[in-house]
């Protein structure tokens, strides 16, 4: 019997870091059922609720989702949809149902998986704009006139360059690049090949990346030997150290770059949301919840050739 090769060092590291995103979206299925957000689509994604979350953690999701959404839906003002969005290392993301009616092109998620087609509430957003026949499936991909999903390693430009092109992304459109804790496992030579890329290939763009910052503390520490212990590295922590580390975008072609962590941006999310979802469960601890959000930012990088104003877009104080 032949035996089966044997698994690389690296295919096992790749995993380990593939499954962060059931982790994510485990908690973000469990932030929806407390009512944190509605996400009536999520159940199609995530069957498992996993055991129950704690408030500081179920808070510090509502933060990111909330904060990622706000840059989302002023960017779609701006550009009234005419543009595309693409979601790198999207994991399990149901952004594009939210957004099914209102998108003019493309949202290209940069690694999902290819389940869409048989869930009537996935599905039927896809097939009303096309035949079904319009959709063309393979092991790794699914392309339809508003939808697709490649699968590609972002640490190889040309690949994934090959595939966008191949799924007729338009480089003059202004197109948003959504990452969400994706930019961290990859080294920051990489990260900044990939975000030069995409300064470089599109003409108006918008870049927002969610992730660690201050990890050079004793809390970062220990949240990079909790990922460690599942053999999960975070090679990008370099460029994690401080708010400041996010001036790579302006030496990789980006016109201007804003970044706050998280505890900036709790405080200046709709106040009145965030006085209902802190009565949906009590928190004993706050120092715990202000430790995390702390430790993660958003970040959002322009580069406006078309003069749509789009460095405009932030959070109002
Ligand atoms: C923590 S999960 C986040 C998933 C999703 N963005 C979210 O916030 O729910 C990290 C994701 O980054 C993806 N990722 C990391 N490195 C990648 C690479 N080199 N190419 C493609 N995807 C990558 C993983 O597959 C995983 O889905």
Known sequence: MASRPPVADSDVADEAVRSTCDDASICKRFATSQGYWTDPYI????????????PEINRGYYARVQGMSHLLDAFLKRTQCDCQVVNLGAGLDTTF??????L???LIVVFLYHF?????PLSKPLIETHSADSLLLD??????????????DLRDISSLEEKLRKFQIITELPTLFLSECV???MTPEQSSRLVHWVANTFHTAMFINYEQVNMADRFGQVMIENLQSRQCNLAGVDVCQSLDSQERFLLTGWESVNALDMMAVYGLL??????????LEFLDEKELL???LQHYSICWAVKDTLSLGISQIGFLP
């Open 43 to 54: 159940q199609y994604f995530v069957r498992q609720m996993g055991e129950r979350k704690a």
């Open 97 to 102: 149902w939210r957004l099914k009616v209102c």
């Open 104 to 106: 003019n092109y493309k």
């Open 116 to 120: 869409c087609r048989t869930k009537p």
């Open 139 to 152: 092991g790794h991909n699914l392309d339809s006139d508003r939808y697709c999903i490649i699968g590609a």
């Open 183 to 185: 930019l961290v496992y």
């Open 270 to 279: 709709p106040q009145e949301d965030i006085s209902r979802i802190e009565r």
């Open 290 to 292: 202000h430790q995390l």
